[in-house]
């Protein structure tokens, strides 16, 4: 699939870090250090604004290293198909650590999929299952 990508990051394109890589790498078009204070967010900019096809959107992802070995993620959000600003990361830093983000340090991901719409169905009730309203923490923890 062909998405069109105009990039005013100074960076290279967004890619896949490997062949079985579903998230394209995002990277931070800032021009010097900016410091995340703990408990605190930014919003950098990517420098990336995409064009969509239909039935198509676009979710900014955390990037597993960022949040395993620093405590800082991206905040999930969705691109819609009819979006064509700039892609914006919403970085925060849940760690009790200062954040030094470096100009072109990759900071979340991107995941493009396709979706449906939907049309809703008004009914009295739904159809029983196993589960049914069972929620938060009803299928254990192991």
């Excluded at 998230?23 to 990517?46: F, H, Y």
């Excluded at 009790?96 to 169905?121: C, D, H, M, N």
């Amino acid at each position: 699939m062909i998405v069109k990508v105009v990039n005013h990051s100074g960076f290279p394109l967004p890619h896949y870090a490997t062949a079985g890589s579903v998230g394209l790498d995002l990277r931070a078009a800032i021009a010097e250090p900016l410091v995340i204070q703990p408990m605190k967010r930014a919003l950098l900019p990517t420098g990336i604004s995409i064009g969509l096809p239909a039935s198509y959107e676009a979710q900014v992802r955390p990037r597993s290293g960022l949040a395993a070995k620093f405590g800082v993620f991206s905040v999930f959000g969705t691109i819609d198909e009819d979006y064509t600003g700039e892609i914006k990361v919403n970085l925060m830093n849940f760690s009790e650590e200062p954040f030094t983000v470096q100009p072109g340090e990759r900071i979340a991901q991107l995941v493009i999929s396709r979706y449906e719409k939907i049309e809703w169905e008004t009914v009295e009730a739904l159809a029983e299952t196993t589960r049914g309203a069972q929620g938060f923490g009803s299928t254990g923890r192991h």
